[in-house]
C-alpha cells in the first residue's frame, strides 16, 4: 500500500505546459492558493517545450482584421473551427504576449526589433492573400521561464506527479488523486477547482515526441461525465533518424531548434511545384501533408522525397540559416537526388497532437459541463481547428488564452460555491482505481499492451487510411483490451505504474478514434476514408462528440452553426481547394 | 534511444532528471564504491550525508529522508536550530547563486523525525558502556550505541539532561520541549540517564571504568573562564555561563530597568546579551575586543541583536569596573588595537591614551569556557590548554577503554562538532568491545568532489527561514526563528545539485528521442542514439 499525502488547495492544474502555466499563474493573480502537478518536470515536458514557440501575433491597432484571418482558419479547418473560439483567441493573442513579456519570456528579434514573420501579404510567399503573421518566443527558454515565474509568485508547482482519477463528490470535481512516479507516494490532491491541461492524446506512436501526451485528462473527464470532442482527426507528424541527428545540431539553430519541424514544414509553404504528387495544391496552407505520404505509400510509391528544388532562393537561405546550415546527410537531404529530401519517416504518419479536440468545452469559460472542471490547452475542445490545424502558432495561443480563461471561471466559482469537502468514501474509492496496478500481485506489463494497442492503430491502414472493414477489426481488438486486459495491468515499479494508467487511457483513446472515425461518414480534412472519399456537405458538418452513457461509450452528432458553413452555392472543388487521395 | 552516461563525466547535477519527459533516469545519490564527498558533506564534523537526504526531501520521501539522518546525524532537530552550518559556507551553490539552506532542511526533517517516527532499538549485547555528561558529544555517543545494540547510561550532575543545550543555549534559540523531545526518543531507544551524579563526587571515574565495558568522558566546557579586573566581586557582577545557567535553570534573575554591560563577542556573551534583554533590561551595551566584523558570533545571532536593539561597542577591552556602595556603577574601558599578534595567538593590544567609561549597573562577564577537570584520573592525561589529551583517529585516551570528546577535548566548540566526536567514540567503543582494530580504515580523509555542478544551473533564489516579527520578541522567550513549511522545504531542496552524484538510465525503453537530457547536460556525459533498440518484452510480470 502506498503511502498517502493529502494536499489540499484551491485550484489544481493538472499538466505544466502553456496551457497549465497560464491557468496557474492566473488563478494565482486571483490570490488563490493554487497547485500544478506535472507528471515528468513542468516546463520542460509537453508540446510546450518542444514547439518553436511561435505564436499569433495580431493587432487591431495594426489593421489586422479578425474576420479575415478566421475565413482563414475556417478554410484550413474546412470548416469545422469554431469561429466564435478563433475570435476570442485571436482578440486576446496580444493580451496574452503581454502576459508573457511581464513574466520575463524573451522573443526573437531581429535588427532590435520583435521580429514578425509568417506568411505576410506582401512577401508573397504562402498562401495567396494570408494575412497571418507570427512572432516567436525563445524556443526551449520560454516554459522554463514561466516555470521559475511562477515559482516565484508562490505556485505549488509539484514534478512526476501523475494525476489520473479526478475526485467527485455531488455532481462536482473535488480535486483528485495522483502519484509520485519516483517515490510511489499516492497524492490526494482536495480542491475546489481543477483545471485539465494535460496536452493532447496521441499513442505513443514514434513522431515528433508524444509520449507525454496520452489524453490523461481527457479520459479522467469522460469518465467523469464530460464529453470529448473530434476524436476522427489525426495530425500526422514524421519521425526520423534525420530527425534526431538535426535535433542534436539545435544549439546552433537561430530562430528554430526543431529543424525537421522546419524542414518538412517550410518547403510546404512555398507552395506549388512540387515533384509528383506534391504538385497538387493538397497541403494545408501551412504546408502539413494531410495523408498523402501514406496513400502514395499504399500506391506503392515509397520511398518517398519531399523535394527542395524549387523552393525559392529565399525561402532557402532562411531555412538553412534558420537549421543552422547543417551537413546535407544528416538532415537526410539526399545531394545525388538533387535537392530532395528522403521523406523522413520510419511509420507513416501517427496521431493526434491538436486540432483543438479534447474535452468538450461546454462554454466560452473552458467549462466542460461539471462543476469545479475547467479544460484548457490541448485537452480544452474548442474546436477552434476544425478538421485540420487551421493556422501556425495558434495552438500555443489557444493554449494561453484557454488558460487564463479557465483560471478567470474557476476563480469565480470557487467564490460563489461553499461546498467544496470530499467524502472519505470517495477518495477510498478514487485510490482504489489509482492503486490497482500497482497493488496487483501480478498481471500484463503495459510495455507489451502498448505495443499490443500499437499493432492496430499505428500502421497506416487504420487511422490513416481508414475503411469501415478494417475500423471494425481494430475496434474489436480495441474492446478486448480494454475489457481483459486493461484490468490486469501491472506495475512493478512506480515509473510503471505511469506506464499502466497511461496504456489505460491509450486504450481509451484508441477505442474513441475508430468508434468516431466510423462514425463520420465521410472524408474531411485529416480523417480519410477509403469508403466516403469525399466530403458530405452539409449533412457532416457537424462535429462528432463521444461521452460516457452508462458503461456504453456513446456518440453524438453537433452540428455546426449554418452561419459558419461554406457557400453551398459553390462548387465544391471552390469550397475545397485541397484535394483528397481519391478525388 | 538513451544509450550512456558517461560516470566520469556526469557530475550529478540532476539536469537531466529534470528534463526527460518521460521519466527515463533515477539518480543515485549514494554511489557507492566512490570515495568523493560532496563539499558539504566533508564540511559536516558529523559528516552529515546532505546529497542524499536533500534529495528525497526534494522528492517529498520525508520518511527516507529521515532514514538518512537516522544513519548520520542524531538531534537534527537541534542541529537544525542552531548549528554555525559550516556545510553552507562549503557549499557548492555559493558558485551558482547563494548556498542552500541546509540549516532549515536540516530541521524540517530533524523535527519530523521527531514528531512522526517512534524510536527503536534492540538490545544485541550486554556490554555496558557508561558515558559522563548529557551534553550532545554524550547524547550522540549514546545515540549511535544504543542504535548498535549496547546498553548505555548517562551520568550527568546536573538535574537535566542536554548540556549546554539545556543551560547554556537560551529558549528562543532552542526551545526546552525541542531539546525534551530528543532526549525522551534517546530513552525510548533505551538510553538510561543518571541524573545528579557527578562523577569525582560519590562515584568515580575509576568506579565507571570498573563496573562499566568501556567509557566515554563528554563533560564539557562548562565554567565561565575567570579573569583578574577590578571590581569583579562588586554587587552585579556576573559571569556568562553561570547567568544563564541560572536562566535556564527557572531561577530569579533581576535585570528589570538596569543598565547591562556584556563583554565579550562570542556566542555566550551574545545569548547573555540576548536574554538579559528579555528579563527587561532598560539597556543592553555589548563590549567586545574585536572588531564588528570579526566577533566570534555568529553572523545571524549579530543580527539578531541589532534587530533587537542591542548596542554593540566593539575594538573596547574592559579595564575596572566601577562601584558605589559595593554595586556595580559603571566600567571603564580602553580602546582595543589588536586582538591576536602576527602568528594568530591570542595576544590584545590596548591604547591607554583612548579608554571611556559607561554607566551600567550590572556587569556579565563572558570571555570564555574552560573544563572542570578535577574528576579525573592521573592515567586520563590532559593537555597544556586544559583539556582531554585523545587520540585524533579513536578518541581513546590515554586509558584503555576510557574514551572522551565533545568541548572538554576540543574546548569550546559546537554542538555538530560535540555530535561528530560521539559517533566517532561509538564507533571505537563498539570496535573496542568487540576487539576489532579500532583503527583500520579510519585515517580516510574523505575526498572531495572535484569538479560540482555549476554550468547551466537555474537560477532559484534562496529562501531564508521566516522570523518572529522584531515587535513580539521583547519579554518572552519564544523561538525566534521558525521552520520551513512542507512547501518551502520541497522548493529549497530542489536547490540542491546533488554533487557528485550519478544518473542513471533506469527506463531507456521509455526514451522518446527528443535529446532534450542530451542537450541541456552541462558535462556532455549523455548520449542518445538515433536507432532505436527494441528491448524483448515481457508480457506479464
Ligand atoms: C514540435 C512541436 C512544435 C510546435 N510548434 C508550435 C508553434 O510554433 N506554435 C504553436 O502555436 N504551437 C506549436 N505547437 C503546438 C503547441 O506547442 C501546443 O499546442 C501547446 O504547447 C499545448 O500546450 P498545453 O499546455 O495544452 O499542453 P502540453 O504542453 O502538451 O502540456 C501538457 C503537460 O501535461 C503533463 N501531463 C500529461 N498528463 C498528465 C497527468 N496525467 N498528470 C500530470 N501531468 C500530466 C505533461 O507532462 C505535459 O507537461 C507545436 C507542437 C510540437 C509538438
Ligand atoms: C551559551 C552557549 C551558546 C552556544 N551556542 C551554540 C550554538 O548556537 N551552536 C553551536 O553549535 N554551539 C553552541 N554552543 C556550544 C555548544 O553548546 C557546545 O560546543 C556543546 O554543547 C559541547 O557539547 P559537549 O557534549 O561536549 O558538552 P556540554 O554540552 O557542555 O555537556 C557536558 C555535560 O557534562 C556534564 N558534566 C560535566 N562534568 C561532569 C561530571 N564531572 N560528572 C557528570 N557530569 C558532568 C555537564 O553537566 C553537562 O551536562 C554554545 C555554548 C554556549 C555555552
Ligand atoms: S545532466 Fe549530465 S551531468 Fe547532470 S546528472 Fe545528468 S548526466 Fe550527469
Ligand atoms: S532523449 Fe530520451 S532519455 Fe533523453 S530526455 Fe528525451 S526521452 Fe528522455
Not at chain 1, 517545450?49 to 478554410?75: C, N, P, T
Not at chain 1, 497511461?502 to 476514408?529: K, Y
Request: aromatic share 8%; with cysteine.
Amino acid at each position: 500500500m502506498p503511502s498517502e499525502k493529502v494536499i489540499q488547495t484551491d485550484v489544481l492544474v493538472i499538466g505544466g505546459g502553456m496551457a497549465g502555466f497560464f491557468a496557474a499563474m492566473k488563478a494565482r493573480e486571483q490570490g488563490l492558493d493554487v497547485t500544478l502537478t506535472d507528471k515528468a518536470f513542468a516546463g520542460k515536458s509537453g508540446s510546450t517545450h518542444f514547439s518553436e514557440g511561435d505564436i499569433v501575433y495580431f493587432r487591431q491597432d495594426l489593421g489586422h482584421d479578425a474576420k479575415e484571418w478566421v475565413d482563414l482558419i475556417s478554410r484550413n479547418s474546412e470548416y469545422l473551427n469554431n469561429r466564435e473560439w478563433d475570435e476570442i483567441c485571436l482578440l486576446e493573442a496580444e493580451a496574452r504576449y503581454h502576459d508573457l513579456v511581464n513574466w520575463g519570456v524573451q522573443f526573437y528579434e531581429k535588427d532590435g526589433k520583435l521580429y514578425v514573420f509568417g506568411t505576410p501579404k506582401d512577401t508573397g510567399v504562402g498562401t495567396p492573400g494570408t494575412a497571418y503573421t507570427m512572432i516567436a518566443q525563445q524556443n526551449r527558454k520560454f516554459a522554463p521561464t514561466l516555470r521559475s515565474r511562477a515559482l516565484e509568485v508562490g505556485v505549488r508547482v509539484m514534478d512526476r506527479l501523475m494525476v489520473s482519477e479526478l475526485l467527485q463528490q455531488e455532481g462536482r470535481v473535488a480535486g483528485a488523486v495522483g502519484f509520485n512516479t519516483n517515490s510511489g507516494d499516492l497524492y490526494v490532491l482536495k480542491a475546489k477547482a481543477t483545471i485539465l491541461a494535460t496536452g493532447a492524446s496521441g499513442l505513443k506512436g514514434g513522431a515528433y515526441p508524444v509520449y507525454s501526451y496520452t489524453g490523461d485528462g481527457e479520459i479522467m473527464a469522460y469518465k467523469a461525465g464530460a464529453a470529448l470532442a473530434s476524436k476522427e482527426f489525426m495530425y500526422g507528424v514524421v519521425y526520423s533518424r534525420a530527425e534526431v541527428e538535426q535535433r542534436r545540431k539545435g544549439g546552433t539553430v537561430e530562430i528554430s531548434q526543431n529543424a525537421l519541424d522546419v524542414s518538412y514544414r517550410y518547403p510546404f509553404a512555398v507552395g506549388g511545384d512540387f515533384s509528383g504528387w506534391y504538385n497538387k495544391p493538397n497541403l494545408n496552407s501551412q504546408g502539413e501533408p494531410v495523408v498523402f505520404p501514406a496513400w502514395d505509400a499504399h500506391q506503392g510509391k515509397a520511398p518517398l522525397y519531399l523535394d527542395f528544388s524549387s523552393a525559392s532562393g529565399w525561402l532557402m537561405k532562411d531555412y538553412l540559416k534558420r537549421i543552422g546550415t547543417p551537413q546535407a546527410d544528416k538532415i537526410g537531404l539526399d545531394i545525388k537526388r538533387g535537392m530532395q529530401i528522403k521523406w523522413p519517416s520510419s511509420r507513416i504518419m501517427t496521431h493526434s497532437i491538436w486540432n483543438g479536440s479534447g474535452v468538450w468545452a461546454t462554454d466560452k469559460n473552458c467549462s466542460v459541463g461539471i462543476p469545479g472542471l475547467y479544460a484548457a490547452g490541448n485537452s480544452c475542445g474548442t474546436m477552434a481547428s476544425g478538421a485540420m490545424y487551421g493556422g501556425m502558432g495558434f495552438a500555443s495561443t489557444h493554449a494561453m488564452v484557454t488558460g487564463a480563461r479557465a483560471a478567470k471561471a474557476a476563480a469565480a466559482y470557487i467564490s460563489e460555491n461553499r461546498k467544496h469537502a470530499v467524502s472519505k468514501e470517495e477518495v477510498a474509492r478514487a485510490r482504489q482505481e489509482v492503486c490497482r496496478p500497482i497493488e496487483r500481485q501480478g498481471g500484463f506489463s503495459p510495455a507489451w499492451v502498448t505495443q499490443a494497442l500499437h499493432g492496430i492503430t499505428i500502421p497506416y491502414y487504420f487511422l490513416d487510411i481508414k475503411h469501415a472493414t478494417r475500423l471494425q477489426a481494430a475496434l474489436s481488438i480495441v474492446e478486448f483490451l480494454r475489457e481483459h486486459i486493461v484490468p490486469k495491468l501491472r506495475a512493478e515499479t512506480p515509473h510503471e505504474w505511469r506506464l499502466a494508467h497511461e496504456t489505460q487511457n491509450m486504450v481509451t483513446i484508441a477505442e474513441m478514434r475508430f468508434r468516431s472515425s466510423l462514425f463520420r461518414t465521410e472524408s474531411r480534412g485529416n480523417h480519410f476514408r477509403e469508403d466516403y472519399p469525399r466530403r458530405d456537405d452539409p449533412n457532416w458538418l457537424a462535429w462528432v462528440k463521444v461521452k460516457k452513457a452508462g458503461e456504453e461509450m456513446s456518440l453524438l452528432k453537433e452540428p455546426i452553426p449554418r452561419a459558419w458553413w461554406p457557400d453551398l452555392s459553390k462548387p465544391y472543388e471552390e469550397r475545397y481547394p485541397r484535394i483528397l487521395p481519391m478525388e | 534511444m538513451i544509450e550512456t552516461v558517461d560516470a566520469e563525466l556526469c557530475n550529478g547535477c540532476r539536469l537531466c532528471l529534470d528534463t526527460c519527459p518521460t521519466d527515463c533516469f533515477r539518480l543515485d545519490t549514494l554511489v557507492s564504491g566512490r570515495a568523493e564527498q560532496p563539499p558539504c558533506q566533508v564540511a559536516c564534523p558529523a559528516g552529515t550525508d546532505m546529497r542524499r537526504y536533500l534529495y528525497l526531501v526534494r522528492e517529498g520521501m520525508i520518511d527516507e529522508a529521515i532514514g538518512v539522518l537516522e544513519d548520520c546525524l542524531p538531534l537534527a532537530s537541534i542541529t537544525g536550530r542552531i548549528c554555525p552550518h559550516p556545510c553552507e559556507t562549503a557549499c557548492a551553490r555559493n558558485d551558482v547563486d547563494e548556498a542552500v539552506n541546509i540549516n532549515s532542511l536540516e530541521r524540517f526533517v530533524g523535527d519530523r523525525w521527531i514528531a512522526d517516527k517512534p524510536a527503536s532499538a534492540r538490545l544485541l549485547y550486554t556490554a555496558e558502556v557508561a558515558i559522563v555528561g548529557s551534553g550532545p558529544a554524550g547524547l550522540a555517543c549514546g545515540y549511535f550505541l544504543a542504535r548498535m545494540g549496547y546498553p548505555v547510561t548517562i551520568f550527568d550532575s546536573m538535574p537535566e539532561a542536554g548540556g549546554m543545550l539545556r543551560y547554556g543555549v537560551p529558549d528562543f534559540r532552542l526551545p526546552r520541549a525541542v531539546l525534551a523531545a530528543q532526549i525522551d526518543y534517546l530513552r525510548a531507544m533505551g538510553v538510561q540517564f543518571r541524573m545528579n551524579t557527578p562523577i569525582g563526587g560519590g562515584t568515580s571515574l575509576d568506579d565507571l571504568a570498573r563496573e562499566y565495558r568501556a567509557v566515554f568522558v563528554a563533560a564539557g566546557a562548562a565554567r565561565s573562564r575567570k579573569i583578574e579586573i577590578e571590581g569583579r566581586a562588586l554587587d552585579g557582577v556576573l559571569w556568562g555561563l553561570e547567568f544563564l545557567r541560572e536562566v535556564n535553570a527557572d531561577q530569579p534573575v533581576s535585570a528589570s530597568g538596569k543598565k547591562v554591560v556584556v563583554i565579550g563577542g562570542g556566542n555566550v556573551a551574545m545569548d547573555a546579551a540576548l536574554t538579559v534583554n528579555r528579563l527587561g533590561a532598560a539597556s543592553v551595551r555589548m563590549v567586545c575586543l574585536e572588531t564588528r566584523e570579526t566577533m566570534p558570533a555568529y553572523a545571524e545571532e549579530k543580527q539578531q541583536a541589532l534587530d533587537e536593539g542591542v548596542v554593540i561597542d566593539p575594538s573596547w577591552g574592559p579595564k575596572r569596573i566601577a562601584g558605589r556602595d559595593g554595586k556595580v556603577a559603571g566600567m571603564e574601558l580602553v580602546r582595543c588595537l589588536r586582538v591576536s599578534d602576527g602568528a594568530g595567538r591570542f595576544a590584545p593590544a590596548f591604547d591607554d591614551k583612548e579608554t571611556k567609561f559607561v554607566e551600567a549597573d550590572l556587569v556579565i562577564l563572558a570571555i570564555g569556557q574552560e573544563a572542570d577537570l578535577a574528576f579525573l584520573p592521573h592515567d586520563v592525561h590532559v593537555t597544556e590548554s586544559r583539556t582531554i589529551r585523545v587520540d585524533a583517529l579513536t578518541l581513546q585516551t590515554s586509558r584503555p577503554g576510557v574514551f572522551a570528546g565533545g568541548d572538554i577535548v576540543s574546548g569550546s566548540a559546537s554542538v555538530v562538532e560535540a555530535i561528530g566526536a560521539g559517533k566517532k567514540a561509538a564507533v571505537s567503543i563498539d570496535r573496542h568491545l568487540k576487539s576489532q582494530d579500532i583503527r583500520a580504515d579510519r585515517d580516510l580523509r574523505p575526498q572531495r568532489v572535484l569538479k560540482p555542478p555549476r554550468e547551466r544551473i537555474p537560477h532559484i533564489p534562496r529562501r531564508a527561514a521566516p522570523w518572529l516579527p522584531v515587535g513580539e520578541r521583547s519579554g518572552n522567550f519564544a523561538e525566534v526563528k521558525c521552520g520551513y513549511s512542507d512547501d518551502a522545504a520541497r522548493l529549497e531542496a530542489q536547490r540542491c545539485m546533488t554533487c557528485g552524484s550519478r544518473a542513471v538510465i533506469a527506463y531507456p525503453e521509455d526514451c522518446q528521442m527528443c535529446l532534450f537530457c542530451e542537450r541541456d547536460c552541462p558535462t556532455q556525459a549523455i548520449y542518445v542514439s538515433p536507432d532505436r533498440k527494441e528491448i524483448p518484452l515481457m508480457a506479464w510480470r
